[in-house]
């Protein structure tokens, strides 16, 4: 499986910005595509996780209320729409592949098999 995030990019704190993931190749295995967001000298932090056969989502507690995960089964995408953000969020956002979706294990960046190369989200105040 191979993913590619798009659409990161600059935003004023209080602002809205759409993040899209696009997987390719072998993508009939896995069932969890999950967001995490990194800065520098820190590790990744799970920020939210969709199930791909039903659309449950799961999210951080930091992002719940401002933040929803969606998926297009036709086009093979996830997306994380962001609102009300505020500097805290920047961030390079990378998008990951995972065969099962469990709640319990979503939030491990070692659950996911595959992931993007990251794209960054930057918040102005």
């Known amino acids: 499986v191979q993913l590619e995030e798009s659409g990161g990019g600059l935003v004023q704190a209080g602002g809205s910005l759409r993040v899209s993931c696009r997987a390719t190749?072998?993508?009939?295995?896995?069932?969890?595509m999950g967001w995490f967001r990194q800065t520098p000298g820190k590790g990744r932090i799970f920020v939210a996780a969709?199930?791909?056969?039903?659309?449950?989502?799961y999210y951080a507690d930091s992002v719940k209320g401002r933040f929803t995960i969606s998926r297009d089964h036709a086009k093979n995408e996830v997306y994380l729409q962001m609102s009300s953000l505020v500097p805290d969020d920047t961030a390079v956002y990378y998008c990951?592949?995972?065969?099962?979706?469990?709640?319990?294990?979503?939030?491990?960046?070692?659950?996911?098999?595959?992931w993007g190369q990251g794209t960054q989200v930057t918040v102005s105040s």
């Open positions: 990951a592949a995972a065969r099962r979706f469990d709640v319990a294990t979503m939030s491990w960046t070692t659950t996911y098999e595959h």
């Open positions: 190749g072998d993508t009939f295995n896995r069932d969890a």
């Open positions: 969709i199930s791909w056969a039903n659309g449950r989502p």
